[in-house]
């Protein structure tokens, strides 16, 4: 797996965010060039580790090859030996954990919320900033809108001081309101997909998934809000046996009441968390079943609404629909299985999450060669 956390040794008191910069040998004028406050370069490599230098600090990076972080942005933390890379410059998969609180306690919630809580929206400024030209990065949680002033300050500044990056948010959706007007319209929204999580038109089933009652009826009031606020939807539907049976009639309530979201993503699940710990009553096996979902996407579609498939190995979804399902799993969690080997499809499938269990539960599973 790709490590998201590498060692280092920095002689700083606080945590502080830095730019890995590698030049050719020769090239110090261009380097000069630049060089941004928070770039650090490469000065050495020996058996100890690299060496970096810059005005924002200097650090030592160990056990990891120079050339699989050049460009990437760091939050080192000096007094852990460890930095967290918040940007990996060769990913599209960026994706900021603004904090580990929420108020719901999804049934298959694949990071279950924790109370501890540290504002690290400075540093994610920081970071955003020094991001690669065009890039796209995920906040989620947690529930990132339970720190909406500063999310909301985040984002306006970031999407203002880089025209060229923008953002896909994911958020349970509880916690818009009327006042949120001024800053929402100060936010550039053509450049921010919120991701929203729907898992039922029926109001009951949707609050025992999440875990909070009332939490339907709320959604819907946000997302009306939402609508008028002009913001990007894509509703996320993660199908489950207490919602798979009833995806028909979802779909017949989005395309109904709901019809102004840009997508409707059907989601498999993630063994982890409370998801793992709920597996065994959860998990649907979709390559089996999958007529609710196909019948589901179709209904959608004809009405003018884009669909997706999130996190279905390719092999289990039947081929009209291979187009509807994107390699979604995040490069530094995505693993193969033996059965994948020659297979053709391999380079467009997203595969399996690293944590999937060995008996992958689906029954129409396979290499196509
Ligand atoms: S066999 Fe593996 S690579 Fe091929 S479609 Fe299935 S999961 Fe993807």
Same mark, same amino acid.
């Given at each position: ?182 800053? *929402?319209?100060? &936010?550039?929204? %053509? /450049?921010?997909? $919120?991701? +929203?999580?729907? @898992?039922? #038109? ?66 498999? *699940?993630?063994? &982890?968390?409370? %998801? /793992?710990?709920? $597996?065994? +009553?959860?998990? @649907?096996? #979709? ?83």
């Amino acid at each position: 797996m790709i490590p998201l956390r590498i060692k280092v040794e920095a002689n700083a008191d606080r945590p502080f965010v830095v730019r890995m910069r590698s030049f050719e040998a020769g090239a110090r004028q261009q380097r000069a060039e630049q060089l941004n406050p928070f770039d650090v370069t490469l000065e050495r490599v020996s058996s100890e580790g690299a060496d970096y230098v810059g005005e924002g600090g200097s650090i030592r990076v160990l056990g990891i090859d120079p050339s699989k972080i050049d460009g990437d942005v760091l939050l080192v933390n000096p007094r852990r030996g460890t930095a967290d890379r918040l940007i990996r410059s060769s990913s599209q998969h960026n994706t900021f954990l603004v904090t580990e609180r929420c108020d719901q306690v999804c049934l298959m919630c694949s990071q279950p919320p924790k109370q501890h809580h540290v504002d690290l929206f400075p540093y994610f400024e920081a970071a955003a900033l020094l991001a690669p030209e065009g890039a796209t990065i995920g906040i989620s949680g947690g529930e990132p809108t339970l720190f909406k002033a500063q999310l909301f300050g985040f984002l306006e500044k970031v999407l203002e001081a880089r025209p060229d990056l923008s953002f896909h948010v994911l958020t349970n959706g509880q916690h818009f309101d009327q006042d949120d007007w001024g800053p *929402m319209n100060r &936010i550039d929204q %053509g /450049r921010v997909l $919120w991701g +929203i999580p729907l @898992y039922s #038109s029926d109001p009951a089933v949707h609050d025992e998934i999440v875990g909070k009652t009332g939490a339907h009826t709320q959604l819907m009031e946000n997302l009306a809000l939402l609508c008028r606020l002009g913001a990007s939807i894509e509703l996320r539907t993660v199908l489950m046996r207490p919602n798979a049976y009833g995806l028909p009639q979802l779909a017949r309530f989005i395309a109904t009441a709901l019809p102004f979201i840009r997508i409707w993503a059907l989601m498999q *699940m993630e063994n &982890i968390g409370f %998801g /793992r710990m709920n $597996w065994k +009553i959860l998990f @649907y096996d #979709s390559s089996d079943g999958f007529d609710v979902v196909g019948q589901s996407i179709d209904f959608v579609r004809t009405r003018g609404i884009n669909a997706r498939l999130y996190n279905f190995p390719l092999c289990t979804v039947p081929e009209p629909y291979h187009h509807l399902a994107p390699a979604t799993i995040s490069d530094w969690k995505r693993a193969y299985r033996e059965e994948c080997y020659g297979c053709a499809l391999k380079p467009q499938c997203g595969g399996f999450f690293e944590w999937h269990p060995r008996n992958h539960g689906y029954s129409k599973f396979g290499a196509l060669q």
